[in-house]
């Protein structure tokens, strides 16, 4: 989740890009850079670190030009370090491009391009597509661009420019990017709050889009280099809702930042043309036999998720424990066990000490976690980043989707190099994973949100809730639950739903509404028969269906349906409407969902 931003135009290049990556600096703050141009030569500087290492750097010895690009980086391929930073250039230096995204194909791109004679300076993915520009670059620095962008697979919003033409060439897939208008200048950003100072009038890139900024405009094309119109928009954001993208709250704009935050967690390590997942960690898959996940709250949830995959499709034990409990009920540990921490900031105290218990005791120790540099990070064996960017709001959304994607390509990864799960197995589920950003986007729709919203206005007034999910849905029931509760204050309850006649079933009357995770699985019906239970003690049941599923819609006073999917993946998007409906419940209450009563975004003491 990098920050882009571009200039063209007849001010100082360098205070206009470090302006905009200075608002952009919540995207990623690993490194920064930019490269500055008058037409005839251009220069690049970066620096690992934040923003002000490069700041610093350039207010010793400027960089003077009128256009450049500029980037802010969260590292997914290679360490963070000056070499690494964006922007990246060919071996003469004339082609530089700044990348937000993951270009899954690289390694076999780079291969090519080692045996061709090129010669790389960087660990990254994004250096392979300025090699690839190079190949085909004979003037036109827009054709050369598409040719390169036909090879790649993956996500990206890309800007390029060369030294010899002032000029800048951008593409989007996935990876958001939007254009600037303004007077007798033109630029571009991953946000809209980098260009507020400069201009209101704003382009917003689509999929599929490229832009060619010059001094004379712009122009937008396809991929075939066909014309495309876009329509500037006006906007009349204040600076705060600049922040949050136009969006009312933190909260709601990370909600919709999820099939954004999915793509960063999977995409570069699904290797789809080969049916395998590759992770970035050190870890011997054959080194332990039982596995502790150590979490609190939504990442404790997030590793109920990971425990039935894990022991699904990796075949190892595992145990999870609420962290401010590990470390007290002294637990068995060996140096046969992965202990597990599941973590958005990498500082909650009562995970980083459950993990010293573990490691005390000879443990091999593993972090699922979002911050970079934090404290877990310095001392956990290996780290599998979730890469789903800054999380401002405190009741996490895009954070424990994307944790839970972290525990689907660990088990998968544990199943392929432990030889639990078949060839055909791997193939089957790295295509799951691939559609997931996707899925959730649907989850996303106009007509799902406007669907969301009714049933929170019917029901907000409700004083409890009653939350319902079985297997590996019986976590996402938790999770409901949870985020309602956080950030409505209504009380609510969460069980697996088998367990309801256990003593849950007493608070069932006409007046408690009943959420059910009902999806498509192998048991749904044994779901729909505790669904039964409920309404025949007058419970008012709200139904999650998968689409299509309108045999089992009778059953419910009042139904959600989700886009269908694999039962391993439909936790994540089974996620997205529960978050929905505690925020619009919450909304529809007047309560301030991103600082909700009590609660911190990071609990750093015990």
Known sequence: MCGIVGYIGPRDAQEVLLSGLSKLEYRGYDSAGIAVGDGQQIAVRKKAGKLANLAADLEAEPLNGSFGIGHTRWATHGVPNDVNSHPHTTENGDIVLVHNGIIENYLELKAGLLQRGHVFKSDTDSEVVAHLIEETYQGDLEKAVR????????????????????????????????????????????????????????????????????????????????????????????????????????????????????SNTLLGRLKGEEGRVELDISLDPTSFDRIHIVACGTAYYAGMVGKYLLEQLARVPVELDVASEYRYRQPLVTDKTLAIAVSQSGETIDTLEGMREAKA????????????????????????????????????????TSMVGAFLLLAVWLGQQRGTLSRDEVARLVQSAHDLPQLVAETLSDERLARVQEVAQKYHQARDYLFL???????????????????????????????????????????????????????????????????ARGGRVILLLSDGDTDNAQHAEDVLYVPRCDELISPIVNAVPMQLLAYYTASTLGKDVDKPRNLAKSVTVE
């Open 469 to 535: 999910g079985r297997g590996v849905n019986n976590p996402t029931a938790y999770e409901g639950a949870l985020k309602l509760k956080e950030i409505s204050y209504i009380h609510a309850e969460a069980y697996a739903a088998g367990e309801m006649k256990h003593g849950p079933i007493a608070l069932i009357d006409e007046h408690l509404p009943v959420v059910v995770v009902a999806t498509e699985s192998r048991l749904l019906e044994k779901t729909i028969s505790n669904v039964q239970e409920v309404r």
């Open 361 to 400: 005791g000879g443990a091999r120790t593993l972090g699922i976690i979002n911050a970079k540099g934090s404290s877990m990070t310095r001392e956990l064996d290996d780290t599998l980043y979730i890469h789903a960017g800054p999380e401002i709001g405190v009741a996490s959304t895009k954070a424990y």
């Open 147 to 262: 040719d390169a962008l036909h090879q790649v697979r993956g996500a990206y919003a890309l800007v390029v420019t060369h030294k010899d033409h002032r000029q800048i060439v951008a593409a989007r897939t996935v990876s958001p990017l939007v254009m600037g208008v303004g007077e007798g200048e033109m630029f571009l950003a991953s946000d809209v709050p980098a260009l507020l100072a400069y201009t209101r009038q704003m382009v917003f890139i689509q999929d599929g889009d490229m832009v060619i900024l010059d001094d004379d405009g712009y122009r937008i094309t396809d991929m075939q280099g066909q014309p495309v119109q876009r329509e500037a928009e006006t906007i009349e954001w204040d600076a705060e809702a600049a922040e949050k993208g136009g969006y009312d709250t933190y909260m709601l704009k990370e909600i919709f930042e999820q099939p954004q935050a999915l």
